[in-house]
């Protein structure tokens, strides 16, 4: 694992849920606002400017900082990101090796796939998700991308915009 396919997976994952997307917007509300506060009113309310400048703050730089050591912080303390994880694409069946451990995943448990610029999440559960670096897929990520569409295809899952035209070459 590494820090830019976590943080990336953290920051996905936050920011297309309602709390994320929330967020965003009560900051540019922040922001908007202590611009009014500034420019278009004849006397400026202290107190209101400082509270949607904290609020602005707290929304749009405190939320992105705080993930970014949650990023850090689990890949320094979390076993499971101390050894490699190997995984293998079968047509039945994704394995998933790390040390001693083995696990098997039907194609059919696999619900939703999303890809970021920097990692692949597979996604058996709302809240449970493999976490594939892109820069792990090396020269063969266009084949494993390929191969991971077309296996989960018939299962029907949600796959990002940017796998859908390897679900094309899938079919073709």
């Known amino acids: 694992m590494t820090k830019e396919a976590l943080t990336s997976f ?3 994952s936050y920011y ?3 709390g994320g ?5 009560l900051g540019i509300g922040g922001v908007v606002m202590a ?3 500034v420019f278009f ?3 400026t309310d202290i107190t209101g400017l400082a509270a949607y400048v904290i609020i602005a703050l707290f929304c749009l730089v405190v939320n992105p900082i705080t993930l970014l050591s949650r990023a850090k912080k689990q890949l320094e303390t979390s076993p499971s990101y101390q ?3 190997e995984y293998t694409l079968l047509p039945e069946m ?3 090796h790390q040390g001693e451990e083995y696990l098997e995943v039907g194609w059919e448990l ?6 970021t610029r920097k990692m692949v999440a597979i996604y058996t559960s709302k809240i449970n998700a493999f976490v594939w670096p892109v820069s792990e897929l090396g020269g063969d990520k266009e084949i494993i991308l390929s191969r991971l569409v077309q296996y989960t295809q018939p299962h029907y899952p949600i796959l990002s915009g940017n796998l859908k035209k390897y679900r094309q070459s899938a079919v073709d």
């Open 10 to 12: 953290l920051f996905t």
């Open 16 to 18: 297309s849920r309602f």
């Open 21 to 25: 997307i929330f967020s965003i917007l």
């Open 35 to 37: 611009v009014r506060e």
């Open 41 to 43: 009113r004849e006397e």
């Open 83 to 85: 050894q490699p994880i």
């Open 94 to 96: 994704l394995t998933v």
């Open 110 to 115: 696999i619900y939703k796939i999303k890809m």
